[in-house]
């Protein structure tokens, strides 16, 4: 079998050497890519009565099928606002995508927010519980 080396070089496009070189770390590139992970954040634990509440669940370096809690006993006023991005810094790959909800208690007490679930290919992930607080408000005072 005898085999034989084709080379072409041009001003206008790198050498083959380079594409070949691009090729192989291509990989290494993309295997430098953070830990997938799900998490949820409220903007406050505690609230006044007849305010509101945001509701973010953050996914990283994973992608799958988002299910959010149920969100029963909470008025809700906007959601779910989606949001994404992605960015390679210093060979470091990060893709995040948000799901935000502004979320209104219907009456005071405790609430326990449920986890929300991620399916990806292999596997589900889950987001812990959160609880919010909600007290009286008779001045109707406004939270920021």
Not at 12 to 27: G, V
Not at 116 to 139: F, Q, W, Y
């Amino acid at each position: 079998m005898h085999g034989f080396i084709l080379r072409v070089q041009s001003k206008k496009h790198p050498p083959m050497k380079a594409w070949i070189l691009a090729l192989f770390f291509l990989p290494v590139v993309m295997a430098t890519a953070q830990e997938a992970e799900f998490r949820v954040e409220l903007s406050h634990d505690t609230l006044l009565l007849g305010n509101y509440v945001e509701l973010r669940f953050t996914i990283e370096n994973v992608q799958g099928k988002f299910s959010p809690p149920d969100l029963s006993g909470f008025k809700l006023l906007t959601g779910p606002n989606q949001a994404s991005s992605y960015s390679i810094i210093n060979g470091q790959v990060k893709q995040s995508s948000s799901y935000t909800y502004f979320i209104e208690p219907e009456a005071e007490g405790s609430y326990v927010i449920g986890p929300a679930t991620l399916k990806t290919g292999n596997r589900e992930m889950h987001t812990p519980e959160v609880t919010l607080i909600v007290r009286s408000n008779p001045d109707q005072l406004i939270q920021n």
